[in-house]
């Protein structure tokens, strides 16, 4: 099943001037726990899947409270710098959709 | 310790109007405070960095006048924080005149209003940095030097409750407060009730977004939060919303690198065991929030400076060879460049933004092309020169019409011109200042001053 099937929410906004966060919640505890425990979200396939290196990962947390899981990656400049073109982040999340989660 | 209930109608003040219906729910549900945000840092360095506000005055003198309308007739105070979108000096000052301007209309008054400005200019830290002050970046920024106050046009410092409190317990009715700590303004109201640090950072942190904390999605809706000792209350005013613990932790998390920690000046307050219960259909109360004070007391610092004039252009392309050969025309035009105006980087710089291909996530675009039926490309150039950005801007686009490409058919034109005229576009800042500096009393960075408004 893809992420986007079990996942109420997938979003991407600024944490900041210089980090966009990513949030990732389930529709249910059943959903959030296949999430979780499949292990295909985690802080190397988050960089892997946007070509980034893992040190800019700076925050991979799973929130129980809000059957989420929630990451964090430091931009390369901050936002409405010189060539920006999403100065909110809020447009970064769409390849999240299509993670496999067995 | 009294029990307090705060309302607050909208997560940004001014950015699209307050929703007047559960407003008005707010209001008869008996509040103690009216607070309300007004800032943001998600709208860019301009606005800071240029002295301008993001929101238009119509839709901020419409959420002021009726909170101050509510204000004035439940006889509580008022708090709004970071006014006008930055919470410089120019903002605290155009929100008191909207104040003034409001009661003269509706013959409001005597109230006491407190100014609180929150500016600092950029000598005042340079001269902070010379006599040994770190200015420490915060999440990986390295440290500020004289090179960074250099770049920078203006800063503003983000209080926290404590020149906000103060204002209180002298009298304010209405504070209008410069750049604040989100969480700080509805925090203030609480401290001076004899609430702990815990309750009173966690009800401004689950509050600063009004009804962004309850579900479904809604903006601009009325909440109410409430701190009586057992917990702090968050209750949804439109009918149709709702309070979940879902709802109030999915809010923990949203902006934030971390859903765990919120930092004020003088430390920072923990949710990692925060316990969230539904206790009514539209109320959830969060208990188990400790608040872990620091030894030292840091100010954050908000920076911006110019870096250099803008202009624009636009252009789409149509014919499949072109778009399946875009970086060689881009090139081509780029090359081009150089030829007349030398090495990109070196006064000046271009970016092509392929809308249709990668102009959203550019590097961090993980799907492989599709080839896509058309594709818009926005020229954007800087340069220290405006003029200079315009001449270099309407090559950089003309040269994609123009563009050399070894088998293309249509040779009397390679690109569709939307209009051939170059855009002006704002002149491009940059964040500068993402900083703390440590100070020994959290107010000795803000500036207070009180009026009397109205007969």
Redesign the interface.
């Known amino acids: 099943m893809k992420l986007v099937d079990l996942a109420s ?1 997938i979003r991407s ?7 966009i ?1 990513f ?1 990732v ?1 389930c529709r249910d505890r059943k959903n959030f726990e296949r999430v979780r425990d499949s292990g295909a979200l985690n802080r190397g396939a988050v960089a892997h ?4 290196e893992e040190s800019r990962v ?2 991979f ?1 799973v ?1 129980e ?4 899981i ?1 990451f ?1 990656i ?1 931009r ?13 982040g809020s ?2 999340y ?2 999240l959709f299509d993670i496999e989660i067995p | 310790m009294k029990p307090v209930r705060i309302i607050t109608p909208t997560g940004h003040l001014g950015t699209t109007p307050l929703e007047k219906a559960s407003f008005e729910r707010g209001c008869a549900a008996s509040p103690d405070f009216i607070v309300a945000d007004s800032g943001s ?6 606005p800071l960095g240029a002295d301008k506000a993001a929101s238009d005055e119509v839709w901020q003198r419409h959420d002021i006048e009726a909170m101050l309308l509510a204000a004035r007739r439940l006889g509580i105070p008022l708090i709004l924080g970071s006014a006008s979108d930055t919470g410089t000096d120019r903002g605290v000052d155009q929100y008191v005149r909207l104040v003034r301007e409001i009661a003269a209309e509706h013959r409001l008054g005597p109230f006491r209003l407190a100014a609180i400005y929150s500016e600092i200019p950029v000598d005042e830290i340079r001269r902070r940095f010379k006599d040994g002050a770190t200015i420490r970046g ?4 390295p440290d500020a030097d004289a090179t960074t106050l250099d770049r920078t046009d203006r800063i503003v410092a983000v209080m926290g409750a404590e020149p906000i409190r103060d204002v209180l317990e002298a009298g304010a009715e209405v504070v209008i407060a410069g750049r604040s700590s989100d969480c700080a303004i509805f925090a203030a109201p609480l401290l001076n009730a004899g609430h702990s640090l815990a309750d009173a950072f966690f009800c401004g942190k689950a509050m600063e977004c009004a009804s962004f904390c309850g579900e479904p999605f809604m903006g601009k809706e009325t909440i109410l939060g409430r701190a009586d000792g057992t917990g702090v209350y968050l209750t949804a005013m439109h009918p149709d919303q709702r309070c979940t ?2 709802s109030v ?2 809010h ?9 920690r919120e930092y004020v000046p003088g430390g920072y307050l923990d949710m990692t065991h ?1 316990h ?1 219960e539904q206790v009514d259909d539209k109320t959830t109360r969060v208990t188990g929030q400790t608040f872990v004070p620091s030894p030292t007391t840091w100010i954050k610092l ?1 920076g911006s400076g110019k ?2 004039e803008r202009a624009l252009f636009i252009v789409g392309i149509r014919d499949p060879y072109t778009i399946a050969n875009l970086d060689r025309a881009i090139g081509w035009a780029k090359s081009k460049l150089t030829e007349r105006f030398g090495p990109l980087g070196q006064g000046y ?1 271009v ?1 092509y ?1 392929v809308y249709g291909r990668d ?9 492989p092309a599709r080839a896509p039926l058309e594709v818009g490309i926005v020229v ?1 150039v ?1 340069c220290d020169d405006a003029a200079r950005a315009e001449t270099i801007c309407h090559i950089a686009g003309k040269n994609l019409f123009y563009a050399r490409l070894p088998d293309v058919k249509g040779t009397a034109g390679t690109a569709a011109i939307m209009s051939d005229e170059v855009l002006h576009a704002r002149p ?4 500068t200042l ?1 900083h703390v500096i440590e100070v020994a009393d959290p107010r000795e960075l803000f500036r207070t001053r009180f009026e009397t408004i109205g007969a």
């Open positions: 929410t906004k600024n944490a900041g001037v210089d980090h966060t949030d919640i899947l946007f070509g980034i700076t925050d947390v929130f409270p809000a059957n989420a929630k964090t430091r390369l400049r901050p936002s409405g710098g010189l060539g920006e073109s999403d100065l909110f447009q970064q769409a390849p | 840092a998600d709208i860019g360095p301009y915060l999440n990986g920024r613990p879902a932790a999915s923990a998390m949203y902006e934030r690198l971390n859903p765990f925060c969230y908000e870096v250099a710089d970016y933004h102009a959203v996530m550019q590097a961090m675009e993980p799907t954007e800087v491009a800042y940059e964040w993402n």
